[in-house]
């Protein structure tokens, strides 16, 4: 039924640009998209590599930090008060307004794009990890200490496997942010990566292929997303 | 009375107890339990029965008092290592089978081999008349049976006290019946310690020893009721003259009145 919508969305819009004769730099038909996407066929694969290297490493730093930070806050209520509102308030900071400055800090590197990823793919793992381990029933604590368990046991046992269902709800959202943030990154200041492409095809007007880099990155997105409900599967019943 | 030995295996020994910033829920509650008896606790709600209940599993420390176990004061962790407590909710784990709930007591201790605890879980399983559902999900259970396996998780834990916050709380009428039957049944192999919650006086009556009645002022004393029918209890205890008599006296002693 998506799948049909969206062929549905892809032919109106090929049959308006025909209808009336838009001008291929202002919106060119999909087909067009297509036919680009295909001419370029050489270049893809070095842009995807590297954005897809950036969104990885800025996912999984951004996991390690949203882990070691949410486990923080788990056992010291103090920390939790004083950092929670802290996260809540940051996000509404304007990522793409304060992402610029990681690229003045590491430069043209591959690092300044992995921090903007981060930037981007930090608060909602960290926000739903911190929902997951606060979802923890006391009773079943109880339960856990009174059966003899051991901190680590009680995380091990009882927290972790109560937060995952809302870790995975988290990364998921995640997943697509750290492309979207590698994509900022890019566009930023890049010699490579399907952002510095787009936006290299945006200045030259060749919108055939700045449809063709976003249609690449809305496949790499939706991939990522679907990794991790594939991921979960095998970690959540 | 069907107890063999009055000896006093757990006291309570003047105890207060108040949450930070609150006025204090129990004061100078004194009572003692005695071996292989089982007692009900009852009370008027917010009298603190469950307060006291974590108080004595060494889930809370008390403000001022002890507590004795087998003569000697015992502190959080003495009370923690000597005694069981279940809490009332489900707290089955969702995501782990029957089974694996059950092992879960084990697995904690961790001094057994899997095969081991496998076996020794699966033999209680059988004992609780729960051996079909060992590989079921808690989800697929029903309310009755879900408290059959939490029962088997916590007397997998070999401790001569159990705790057991108003077990019966969630079920319906019929299978609230049912499971009685049944823990008399197996408290009457197990021969525990019991220190058991209930708002039931029916329950309380049908199941103790001893009715202990919490009063509902702080302060006031603890009340012990004993309750001398033979075992095996059978259900039409509750139509008797004798056991109308007895419900009768503890309504007084919870509700109060003077028309005795």
């Known amino acids: 039924m998506t799948f049909l919508v969206l062929l549905a969305v892809l032919l109106v819009w090929e049959l308006m640009v025909r209808i009336f004769d838009i001008a291929p730099y202002i919106l060119p038909p999909p087909s067009d998209v297509l036919i680009a996407m295909w001419d370029a066929r050489d270049l893809w694969g070095q842009h995807i590599w590297m954005t897809w290297s950036e969104a990885m490493l800025g996912l999984a730093i951004s996991m390690l930090i949203a882990f070691l930070m949410s486990v923080a806050m788990l056992r010291s209520l103090q920390l939790r008060k004083a950092l929670y509102p802290l996260l809540i308030v940051s996000q509404t900071i304007p990522l793409i307004a304060i992402s610029p400055i990681f690229i003045i800090w590491f430069d043209y590197t591959i690092w300044s794009k992995v921090a903007v990823a981060v930037l981007w793919s930090f608060f909602p793992i960290v926000i739903s990890l911190n929902e997951g381990f606060r979802s923890v029933s006391p009773e079943r604590r109880e339960m856990m200490i009174s059966l003899g368990a051991s901190r680590l046991q009680i995380f091990r046992l009882l927290e972790w496997p109560t937060a995952l269902p809302s870790f995975f709800a988290g990364l998921k959202m995640a997943a697509a942010y750290a492309v979207i943030g590698a994509t900022v990154g890019e566009w930023l200041g890049a010699e490579r990566g399907l952002g510095f492409f787009a936006r290299r095809a945006s200045n030259n007007m060749q919108t055939d292929l700045l449809f063709a880099s976003v249609f690449i990155l809305c496949v790499m997105g939706l991939l990522m997303v679907y990794a991790v409900k594939y991921m979960k599967r095998g970690f959540v019943r | ?260």
């Open chain 2, 1 to 260: 009375m069907s107890g063999e030995g009055d000896a006093n295996v757990f006291v309570a020994d003047n105890i207060c107890f108040g949450f930070p910033g609150k006025r204090s829920v129990l004061d100078q509650v004194t009572f003692a339990l005695k071996e292989r008896h089982f007692h009900v606790l009852v009370g008027p709600s917010g009298a603190g029965k469950s307060t006291l209940l974590k108080l004595c599993a060494g889930l809370l420390n008390a403000k001022e008092g002890t507590f004795l176990l087998n003569g000697s004061a015992a502190d959080c962790s003495q009370r923690l290592m000597q005694s069981v407590y279940m809490p009332q909710s489900d707290t089955l784990l969702p995501w782990r089978t029957v089974l694996d709930n059950v092992m879960l007591t084990l697995e904690l201790q961790g001094k057994q081999s899997a095969e081991e605890m496998q076996e020794r879980a699966m033999a209680l399983l059988d004992s609780f008349g729960l051996r079909d559902c060992a590989d079921a999900y808690p989800d697929q259970l029903s309310g009755g049976m879900k408290q059959r396996v939490m029962f088997a998780r916590t007397m997998l834990k070999n401790v001569p006290l159990l705790l057991l916050d108003e077990p019966f709380s969630a079920l319906d009428s019929l299978t609230r019946k049912q499971m009685q039957r049944w823990l008399l049944d197996v408290w009457q192999r197990d021969r525990r310690t019991v220190l058991m919650v209930t708002h039931d006086i029916d329950e309380a009556l049908l199941l103790a020893d001893t009715v202990l009645v919490l009063p509902s002022e702080p302060g006031e004393t603890v009340q012990a009721l004993e309750v001398t029918f033979a075992r095996p209890r059978s259900f039409e205890l509750i139509y008797e003259p004798a056991f109308v008599e007895r419900k009768r006296l503890l309504e007084h002693m919870l509700l109060g009145g003077d028309n005795l």
